[in-house]
Nanobody
Framework: QVQLVESGGGSVQDGGSLRLSCAFS?????????MGWFRQPPGKEREGVAS????????DYADSVKGRFTASRDNAKNTLDLEMTTLKPEDTATYYC?????????????????WGQGTQVTVS
């Protein structure tokens, strides 16, 4: 079982930037693990933002964040980061880090087995 802890949320103005970080522990080094960033705006369903395969760094992004968000992993530090630029009010949400063994499914939260506690991002 992988344990996940997010950090880095906060409030920023329209057009600003934030960097989220997810520290992960547990699991078996070298196994193929998919890590994802999801977000859930108030009153809406959770949606997939980005995913990263830890063993080779392959990424996938939602169309709404392509060109603005960058997900990256540092296997030596056991962290998964999400660099968010040109933020918009519609990016306001609670952001979650998630993990599952095997292939990635960026936009399907039901297949992820480990979740962080979430971190709030507010853009105004």
């Amino acid at each position: 079982q992988v344990q996940l802890v997010e950090s880095g949320g906060g409030s920023v103005q329209d057009g600003g930037s934030l960097r989220l970080s997810c520290a992960f522990s547990g699991g078996t080094r070298g196994n193929r693990i998919c890590m994802g960033w999801f977000r859930q705006p108030p009153g809406k369903e959770r949606e997939g933002v980005a995913s990263v395969i830890t063993i080779d760094g392959t990424t996938d992004y939602a169309d709404s964040v392509k060109g603005r968000f960058t997900a990256s992993r540092d296997n030596a530090k056991n962290t998964l980061d999400l660099e968010m630029t040109t933020l918009k009010p519609e990016d306001t949400a609670t952001y979650y880090c998630a993990a599952r063994g095997g292939s990635c499914a960026r936009d399907d939260p039901s297949v992820y087995t480990s979740w962080g506690q979430g971190t709030q991002v507010t853009v105004s």
